[in-house]
């Protein structure tokens, strides 16, 4: 089976930065996406690695470990409308199938 | 506008009703996607298709069926074999030898 793990919950300060995790194990691997989804709403595109590294998008970045089965979003100088929940999710075979993550959960706080 | 529209945004059916679920895209998207989100959980792959009259079951795709006869048109119909069908319902597509999904606005379906 897929299995991919990320926290639940996470709650920060406007103007913080938070860090969201994700570790996966899964039969093949082509790359990762992290979307945003606002409550009631459609999941948004943020990022897609393939390589191992650091890809930067403004206040967004995200980092990927194949070796390690691992990868991470950074959110920086958080603003409240970054209040959302993240999804993590990979990309595993060559038929473009994705498995996702349970998603974490954004409190951006005043 | 270009986009992908799932209609209606609410629907509530009583149980032992088939109900189907809309998705329409003017992308020109070859790849259409249904999966279905429960809170707790990611979403979890129903039925894909990658070409028009041709179409894969996914994880969960038991009680579900789909058809694909437009390119533009992928509609989900969730039947009354289907055991839990209170979900919220989201459609995605993507373009050719693209692994970038875009998604619709979703389905919040109950079943009452």
């Known amino acids: 089976g897929q299995n991919i793990d990320q926290p639940t919950e996470m709650t920060a300060t406007e103007g913080a930065i938070v860090q969201i995790n994700c570790t996966y194990q899964?039969?093949?691997?082509?790359?990762l996406f992290w979307y945003q989804q606002h409550a009631g709403e459609a999941p948004t595109f943020l990022s897609y690695n393939v390589l191992d590294g650091l890809e930067e998008k403004g206040r967004f970045s995200s980092f990927l470990s194949r070796s390690k089965g691992y990868s991470y979003l950074l959110l920086k100088e958080l603003q409240m409308k970054d209040s959302a929940s993240y999804l993590c999710a990979v990309d595993r075979s060559n038929d473009y199938k994705l498995s996702f993550g349970a998603g974490t959960t954004v409190t951006v706080r005043a | 506008d270009g986009g992908i529209t799932q209609s209606p945004k609410y629907l509530f059916r009583k149980e032992g009703q088939n109900v189907t679920l809309s998705c329409e895209q003017n992308l020109n998207h070859d790849a259409m996607y249904w999966y279905r989100q429960d809170p707790g959980q990611g979403l979890r792959l129903i039925y894909y298709s990658q070409i028009v009259n041709d179409f894969q079951k996914g994880d969960i795709a038991e009680g579900y069926s789909v058809s694909r006869e437009k390119k533009e048109s992928f509609p989900l119909t969730v039947t009354s074999a289907q055991k839990n069908p209170t979900a919220f319902y989201l459609c995605a597509s993507s373009a050719p030898l693209a692994v970038e999904q875009f998604f619709g606005p979703g389905t919040r379906l109950t079943v009452l």
């Open positions: 899964t039969s093949g691997f082509n790359g």
